[in-house]
């Protein structure tokens, strides 16, 4: 394992205080030769033992082993208390690497006994009690031990930042994932809703476009039959086939064009004023059209359904009320969308609901909203309908 800056700094200074120590006495016994030398070797194999992947379970054996060593100085050299400094050195190795309280205080309360033994057999050996060296060492020991916390903290909470950074990276790898996912799911939903769209238009086209052409085939036949026995009912009838032909291909032409429309990225607001403006080229229909709110809150399956209501009611106004004018008003909340639309048509004084009326209220139903007709003769027509954003509520039977 590759030793850190700091773990070399331990080891060297390890070996530097056992040379003062040898250098602290002129005339060297054999035995103190030889116990420098073996303790400068045990401090540099218990310094490997402790960085290899066993230290985790048997550190505490190393330090004990460097603190036998420690003592080992303090019975051959008397006279020094350097010993003090290679316990702060330990000090910092047992702070640093412990995460066990029980052992940091195992090994504090065996370091007070150890000192405690020194003190009183350099006391015998010399007669001398060295309170300003203690002192000064046991400070020196202190700041060891803090310094040595303070980066054990240090590198707990680096891991602990690198172990929430992988989660975090794995979470966003998920989140772009599900995000991908859920932007598959959404166009998927989309082009359904727009196949659905184009069924239903394609057989509003066969339920309008053509009852028209066989009504008008009808006229024609007629027209054909009276031409030679009353040339001006022909004539009438003929009259008749070419209204419902221009009616045919009105409505042929707004259904091509919804069609089209329902392929482009246009925004709801900008569809609804086509919408106005090639009725009022194709009718001369006057029309406005008022907005409240945030238009992005509306869902595209309702925007969808609300330009295909608008359109229905416009058509309606023109056709059956002969309107020359609508007020469109679309009103945005946080719970619910309030839909307006009136015409100064005809009105009538019953609202029977027609294949259009009712696929407009199916269309408001679908999204658990309400629609009312009100019509009052030479009044017009109003189409009201509220569209919930965050609650949905259905009614089947009744009284």
Known sequence: MKLSLLSSIRLVMMLLLSYFYYLSVEDHTTLQTTYVIIAAL????????????????????????????????????????????????????????????????????????????????????????????????????????????????????????????????????ALTIAHEQLHDYSMQVEKLTLVQERNRISGEI???????????????????????????????????????????????????????????????????KKILEDYQEMTGLKSNIYVKGDVLQIPPSIQLDLTRMIQESITNAVRHGQATECHVSIEIADSAIETSIKDNGTGSPEVNPGFGMKNMRERVHHHGGQIVFESNPREGFIVKASFPLREMHWEMGGA
């Open 206 to 272: 066969h339920d309008t476009v053509g009852h028209k052409m066989t009504a008008l085939l009808v006229q024609l036949q007629v027209a054909k039959e009276l031409m030679n026995i009353q040339p001006e009912k022909s004539r009438e009838t003929i009259l008749l086939c070419e209204e419902l032909a221009r009616n045919a291909l009105q409505e042929l032409r707004l259904s091509v064009r919804t069609l089209k429309e329902d392929n482009q990225n246009r925004s709801f607001i900008v569809v609804v």
């Open 42 to 173: 045990g401090f540099c194999i218990n310094h490997f033992l402790i960085h290899t992947p066993f230290a985790k379970n048997y550190f505490s054996l190393a330090i004990g082993l460097d603190s036998i060593l420690i003592l080992g100085f303090v019975f051959l050299f008397p006279e020094s208390t350097l010993y003090l400094i290679l316990f702060g050195v330990n000090a910092v190795t047992l702070f640093l690497i412990a995460d066990n309280k029980k052992i940091i205080w195992g090994f504090s309360l065996a370091f007070f006994i150890m000192w405690a033994a020194c003190i009183l057999y350099i006391y015998q050996e010399t007669g001398i009690f060295d309170i300003p060296s203690n002192i000064i060492n046991f400070t020196f020991i202190v700041f060891e031990a803090i310094v040595g916390r303070l980066i054990h903290k240090l590198l707990h909470a680096q891991e602990k930042i690198k172990d929430q950074y992988d989660e975090l990276q794995e979470t966003h790898q």
